[in-house]
């Protein structure tokens, strides 16, 4: 496979020069087909050579954007079935917080012990930085209500695992940054809702209590699945009879609703209907936990493969974000890309500096960099599926996205490179 992808960068200039004959000569086919093709290439070709081998997954992206731009009618619908259905929706964003759990740990939840002070001030500055300057940038900007209203959104969640890989490669202090991960995502269900409340109430209708459901359903469902797996992989045979134990519960109980679930008698959208959904997906967390621990022991590889499932469900809705909002990315894009490149540049910025006046070392500093920079681009584009607003609120996580594994690359491959000339360490911070 290595081989061949030589040839798939040596076919993307004449998949080009074809798009450009093709507009040239007003043949649609052409011009269309070429770009797609010719990114595709670029997106395979790109791992054979060393410098743009960890751009892949952005050209990637960049494929999805111009692909979904181009057709978005035949991106939108297969047949009859809509792409943005909300159940579709709803596995595909589990499917890719399932995959990126798989590569987090019990023990990246118990490192704030290591790290206590880096997290708050990583914690501080995420959720202070980024949706104050989404607010300010979408103001700035004039976007309408909704446009607006997904920028702050991608501002109030998480971090993303982007923010771990970028650290690994600048060689930053990675246990601060898996702790301040995980403890975002913990957060997001109280936070996430509460920063929306705040600074996009006057934009879009945020129901506090939905919105919270819909992240304990997206984010924190599938993480407790991945966790249960970790527990089964790592910890003693006491830990793992009691999780068997649930799982057992689970099926008996999600097979009483399946069976006997009209005699609840709740009525949709309602707190107890909410709640009573949240335990049946818990259930079905402890089952589909337990299933992937079983087929990780017959084939261990497969934490290793996750990930890439994680990638294609983020390119899936950018994809289809693409394709809905095509007509508002014609008119906005340029803006909502020099708006995301402010606000991503701010979370470096301040989170750096923050870091730094708060007394922690360059490579801690580095880190919540990272940490408050790099935005849960899956979960925006999850939650506002959820909304039914991907084609708006969803667009700006669409734009975001590449451009911030774009300028995480170049940052972390730049600190790595200058490394720390002063070496210094400040006590407390490790």
């Given at each position: 496979?290595?081989?061949?992808?030589?040839?798939?960068?040596?076919?993307?200039?004449?998949?080009?020069?074809?798009?450009?004959?093709?507009?040239?000569?007003?043949?649609?086919?052409?011009?269309?087909?070429?770009?797609?093709?010719?990114?595709?290439?670029?997106?395979?070709?790109?791992?054979?050579?060393?410098?743009?081998?960890?751009?892949?997954?952005?050209?990637?992206?960049?494929?999805?954007?111009?692909?979904?731009?181009?057709?978005?009618?035949?991106?939108?619908?297969?047949?009859?079935?809509?792409?943005?259905?909300?159940?579709?929706?709803?596995?595909?964003?589990?499917?890719?917080?399932?995959?990126?759990?798989?590569?987090?740990?019990?023990?990246?939840?118990?490192?704030?012990?290591?790290?206590?002070?880096?997290?708050?001030?990583?914690?501080?500055?995420?959720?202070?930085?980024?949706?104050?300057?989404?607010?300010?940038?979408?103001?700035?900007?004039?976007?309408?209500?909704?446009?607006?209203?997904?920028?702050?959104?991608?501002?109030?969640?998480?971090?993303?695992?982007?923010?771990?890989?970028?650290?690994?490669?600048?060689?930053?202090?990675?246990?601060?940054?898996?702790?301040?991960?995980?403890?975002?995502?913990?957060?997001?269900?109280?936070?996430?809702p509460f920063l929306m409340k705040i600074f996009a109430g006057t934009l879009?209708?945020?129901?506090?209590?939905?919105?919270?459901?819909?992240?304990?359903?997206?984010?924190l469902v599938p993480l407790a699945a991945a966790m249960i797996h970790d527990?089964?992989?790592?910890?003693?045979?006491?830990?793992?009879?009691?999780?068997?134990?649930?799982?057992?519960?689970?099926?008996?109980?999600?097979?009483?609703?399946?069976?006997?679930?009209?005699?609840?008698?709740?009525?949709?959208?309602?707190?107890?209907?909410?709640?009573?959904?949240?335990?049946?997906?818990?259930?079905?967390?402890?089952?589909?936990?337990?299933?992937?621990?079983?087929?990780?022991?017959?084939?261990?590889?497969?934490?290793?493969?996750?990930?890439?499932?994680?990638?294609?469900?983020?390119?899936?809705?950018?994809?289809?974000?693409?394709?809905?909002?095509?007509?508002?990315?014609?008119?906005?894009?340029?803006?909502?890309?020099?708006?995301?490149?402010?606000?991503?540049?701010?979370?470096?910025?301040?989170?750096?500096?923050?870091?730094?006046?708060?007394?922690?070392?360059?490579?801690?500093?580095?880190?919540?960099?990272?940490?408050?920079?790099?935005?849960?681009?899956?979960?925006?584009?999850?939650?506002?599926?959820?909304?039914?607003?991907?084609?708006?609120v969803g667009l700006a996580s669409a734009v975001f996205s590449p451009w911030?594994?774009?300028?995480?690359?170049?940052?972390?491959?730049?600190?790595?490179?200058?490394?720390?000339?002063?070496?210094?360490?400040?006590?407390?911070?490790?």
């Amino acid at each position: 496979m290595f081989s061949m992808r030589k040839y798939f960068l040596w076919t993307a200039p004449l998949f080009f020069i074809v798009a450009g004959f093709g507009w040239l000569q007003q043949i649609d086919i052409l011009w269309k087909l070429g770009l797609i093709f010719g990114f595709s290439s670029i997106a395979i070709g790109a791992g054979h050579v060393k410098i743009l081998s960890g751009y892949q997954y952005t050209f990637w992206i960049i494929t999805a954007v111009c692909a979904g731009l181009i057709y978005p009618d035949f991106f939108l619908h297969v047949g009859s079935f809509d792409m943005r259905n909300k159940w579709l929706i709803l596995i595909i964003i589990q499917m890719v917080m399932f995959g990126m759990g798989t590569q987090m740990s019990i023990e990246d939840f118990t490192g704030i012990r290591k790290s206590g002070k880096g997290v708050l001030i990583g914690l501080l500055g995420h959720f202070t930085i980024m949706p104050i300057m989404g607010f300010l940038i979408a103001k700035t900007f004039a976007f309408e209500p909704e446009i607006a209203a997904g920028i702050i959104l991608i501002g109030s969640c998480s971090s993303g695992l982007a923010s771990n890989v970028m650290t690994y490669i600048a060689k930053g202090n990675l246990v601060l940054s898996v702790t301040v991960t995980a403890m975002s995502t913990l957060a997001a269900p109280i936070m996430t809702p509460f920063l929306m409340k705040i600074f996009a109430g006057t934009l879009v209708e945020v129901h506090f209590f939905n919105m919270m459901m819909e992240i304990i359903k997206i984010v924190l469902v599938p993480l407790a699945a991945a966790m249960i797996h970790d527990i089964l992989k790592t910890y003693g045979s006491v830990a793992k009879r009691k999780i068997y134990i649930l799982t057992v519960i689970s099926i008996l109980w999600l097979a009483v609703v399946v069976f006997f679930g009209d005699s609840f008698a709740i009525i949709q959208d309602t707190t107890a209907s909410h709640i009573l959904e949240i335990i049946n997906f818990t259930c079905g967390a402890f089952i589909v936990g337990v299933l992937y621990h079983w087929l990780y022991k017959v084939y261990p590889k497969i934490d290793a493969i996750m990930p890439y499932f994680s990638m294609f469900g983020i390119i899936y809705f950018t994809l289809v974000t693409t394709a809905a909002g095509r007509d508002n990315l014609i008119q906005i894009g340029f803006l909502l890309f020099l708006a995301s490149v402010l606000h991503n540049g701010a979370g470096y910025f301040f989170g750096y500096w923050l870091s730094r006046l708060s007394g922690l070392d360059k490579k801690s500093s580095q880190t919540i960099a990272f940490e408050v920079g790099l935005q849960n681009g899956g979960m925006a584009s999850g939650l506002a599926g959820a909304m039914g607003k991907l084609a708006t609120v969803g667009l700006a996580s669409a734009v975001f996205s590449p451009w911030m594994n774009v300028s995480g690359s170049l940052l972390a491959n730049y600190w790595r490179k200058i490394g720390n000339p002063e070496d210094e360490t400040t006590p407390g911070t490790h």
